[in-house]
Each structure stands twice: as structure tokens, then as C-alpha cells.
């Protein structure tokens, strides 16, 4: 009796020691994840529709907090410009500084330097535009100066964007110096990540880089998976030892 009591207690304290450990390493992740990801990004609430299927009037979102000389062709950003107003916006980024960017082909397509652009985000099934259906409302055609970005809404029906300012000196452009974050996720409600668009990935400078926020959620969620985890070890090491003593029978009565 006195070898399995001892062989308890040894395991008890192995397990005791390793619940600790798992709660110790729990924090660190959930603290550390939580504290990357409020260095890197900022939350914004979307006020209008102008980007909609892709992201909605309400809809609470995590942007990266970038430099302007890191956005690409593709992104969505956040952006404040005297000329278009004093409140942060969001638009989708379709030319940097050099491109052409003309709307629209004879498939009703946007073109970059001449390439047609496939843009499934403009529809909420994320299929390609059906024959014969513009991706302007409007034609134009805008030269992007060097240090500029060229940007559009998704709801390209009812969004005031660079179309509108097309008469402005830098043909409706925003500079690159003014763009305060790129838009990575939808986190209410939880739509999830914002893909880079592949059609752009073949035009000179690609796409940007997926941001840090998948690994800093799964950096949280591991952390609270092994602080519940290790907290739940002694009470749940405690009821199998009590069951254990009730099931146990005395030497004298066997």
C-alpha cells in the first residue's frame, strides 16, 4: 500500500508540474499574441458601403498598420487625403506610380498597362463578371504619377473614388504617404481573411505578403487551450484520486 501511495504521489506531482508549466506557457502565448497583434494593428469600423461584398457599412475590421512604399496592387487600405476628406477611408488599391490603369475592355474589364484584371471580389459569389457586365459604371483612362496610388471601391456603382477626382492634377491619385494601414480581416462580423488578388500577382511587383495575423490568433488560441487545459488537470486529478480511494478495497477484507 505504501509503494502505490508513493507511486501517487509521484505522478501527482509530475502532473502538478506539467499543468503549471502548461498554464505558464498558456499566458505567455495568449499575452505575447495579444500584445503583437495590438502593436501591429488597429481596428477601424467601415462607415460606408463603397467597398461592399468585400467589406460593409458596420463592419468591424484589423488593419496592419504599413508603410505606404509597402502597398501593392490589390490591397485594401486605409487611407486619409485632404483632398478626398479629413476621415480615414477604404479603397481597394488597382495601379501604383507608372501604370495606365482604363476601364473598361470589350469584356467589360478593368486593364492595367493593357492586362485585363479579373476582380471576383465585386461580387459577393466571388465568380468572374458575367459577359457584358462593366467594371465601371463609367469609362476612363488615368495615368498613376510616380509615389501614387490609384484607388477604387468594390462597389464600383455608388463609390466616390479616384473616378471622381480624375480631373484633380494627379488624374484622381492618392499618395502613397497617405495610406495609414492595409486591411487584413473582417472581424465582425467574423467573415474572416481578405485575399490578395491573384490577378494582379503577374504584373510587376506582385502582391503583398499575407500579414502576421493568422499567426497571432493561433498564437492566442493555443494560449488559452493550455491555460484551460492546465487549470482543468487538478480538479480533474483530484475527482479520479477520490474515486479512485472510494473503488479501493481494504486488505483486511479480501
Not at 479629413?86 to 478593368?110: F, I, N, Q, S
Not at 492634377?169 to 502613397?176: E, K, L
Not at 503577374?202 to 502582391?207: F, H, Q
Request: aromatic content about 4%; overall charge negative; charged content about 20%.
Amino acid at each position: 500500500m505504501s509503494g502505490t501511495g508513493r507511486t501517487d504521489d509521484g505522478r501527482g506531482r509530475l502532473g502538478g508540474v506539467l499543468s503549471n508549466l502548461a498554464v505558464a506557457v498558456g499566458c505567455v502565448l495568449f499575452l505575447g499574441g495579444s500584445a503583437w497583434a495590438a502593436v501591429v494593428y488597429k481596428p477601424y469600423t467601415v462607415p460606408t458601403s463603397s467597398m461592399s461584398p468585400t467589406v460593409n457599412a458596420g463592419d468591424r475590421v484589423l488593419a496592419e498598420r504599413v508603410d505606404g512604399d509597402e502597398v501593392r496592387r490589390g490591397d485594401v487600405v486605409v487611407f486619409t487625403d485632404e483632398v478626398w476628406g479629413a476621415t480615414p477611408m477604404v479603397k481597394r488599391v488597382v495601379g501604383v506610380g507608372g501604370d495606365t490603369v482604363a476601364c473598361c475592355d470589350e469584356a467589360g474589364r478593368l486593364t492595367v498597362d493593357g492586362d485585363p484584371i479579373e476582380e471576383p471580389y465585386l461580387r459577393a459569389d466571388g465568380t468572374a463578371s458575367p459577359a457584358g457586365t462593366p467594371a465601371s459604371g463609367k469609362d476612363f483612362t488615368a495615368k498613376v504619377p510616380e509615389g501614387s496610388l490609384f484607388l477604387l471601391g468594390d462597389e464600383r456603382t455608388s463609390s466616390l473614388d479616384s473616378r471622381v477626382h480624375l480631373e484633380d492634377t494627379d488624374q484622381g491619385a492618392v499618395p502613397r504617404s497617405a495610406v495609414q494601414a492595409r486591411v487584413d480581416a473582417v472581424v465582425w462580423p467574423m467573415n474572416g481573411m481578405i485575399d490578395r488578388p491573384e490577378a494582379f500577382a503577374a504584373l510587376p511587383g506582385g502582391v503583398s505578403a499575407v500579414g502576421p495575423l493568422p499567426l497571432q490568433a493561433g498564437s492566442v488560441g493555443v494560449g488559452v487551450l493550455l491555460i484551460l487545459g492546465g487549470a482543468a488537470y487538478g480538479p480533474l486529478a483530484a475527482l479520479s484520486a477520490r474515486r479512485g480511494r472510494r473503488t479501493r478495497v481494504p486488505a483486511g477484507d479480501r
